[in-house]
């Protein structure tokens, strides 16, 4: 059964920092990996998609990295600010029993930027 | 707006009661799914349907939950005799598959409380 990872579970930063953010997935059959936002009891936006062949996207000050073989991704921020604090989500896409493929979540990173 | 709609995005009922949610997927998408996330965990997959079809159920999938998706358009997520361990934000997502890309975009769920 996929299991995936996320370090840290929470991280506090002031604003300007570049920070990392750690996922890890335990079976490598992945389809791709994304990273979500969520903000405060809302729904989940798509910040960058890497498909299993790619090795990274960047999106602005954002880039994500996939090391598929190790089951590894980080999503770098650059120059963070305030209005990145929300929680991160890692994400992979598999084969579910029936062959169909489904999103299977970290439990996130909450990220607090002080300005 | 282009984008996924839920309703209601609130929804709070007494223990016992039956409860109905709606998704409306981005008009092109084939594919829709419905998530759960609990506080402080990430979204769990509950179902999966291709057009109307339902192809895929989780084992979280109680028979209390039943999900339905006529005419391959909109979806309703319907609990029966809710109880307060189905308080939970309830997500729903649609993607259409290009190439070997499943990227799923989320709406802005409906968070449940059963008192």
């Known amino acids: 059964k996929q299991e995936v990872t996320q370090i840290p579970a929470a991280l506090s930063v002031p604003e300007g920092e570049n920070l990392v953010l750690n996922c890890s997935f335990t079976?490598?059959?992945?389809?791709?990996l994304q990273w979500f936002r969520q903000d405060p009891g809302k729904g989940l936006t798509s910040l960058l998609l890497i498909q299993s062949s790619q090795r990274e996207q960047t999106s602005g000050r954002l880039n994500a990295s996939l090391d598929k073989s190790s089951g590894r991704s980080t999503l770098y921020i650059a120059a963070s600010q305030p209005g990145d604090s929300a929680t991160y989500l890692c994400a992979v896409t598999v084969k579910g029993v029936s062959g169909y493929s489904t999103l299977t979540f970290g439990k996130g990173t909450m990220l607090l930027v002080s300005p | 707006d282009t984008g996924v709609s839920q309703d209601p995005r609130h929804k709070i009922t007494k223990r016992g009661q039956n409860v109905t949610f709606r998704c409306d997927p981005i008009?092109?998408?084939?594919?829709l799914y419905w998530y759960r996330q609990t506080l402080g965990q990430g979204p769990e997959f509950l179902t999966y349907?291709?057009?109307?079809?339902?192809?895929?159920k989780s084992r979280l999938l109680s028979d209390r939950f039943s999900a339905e998706r006529p005419k391959g358009s909109f979806s309703t997520l319907e609990i029966q005799r809710t109880e307060q361990g189905d308080s939970a934000m309830y997500l729903c997502?649609?993607?259409?598959?290009?190439?070997?890309?499943?990227?799923?975009?989320f709406g802005p769920g409906t968070r449940l409380t059963v008192t």
């Open positions: 349907f291709q057009n109307e079809a339902q192809l895929e």
């Open positions: 079976d490598s059959a992945i389809y791709n």
């Open positions: 997502a649609s993607s259409l598959r290009t190439g070997d890309l499943y990227e799923q975009y």
């Open positions: 008009s092109e998408h084939n594919r």
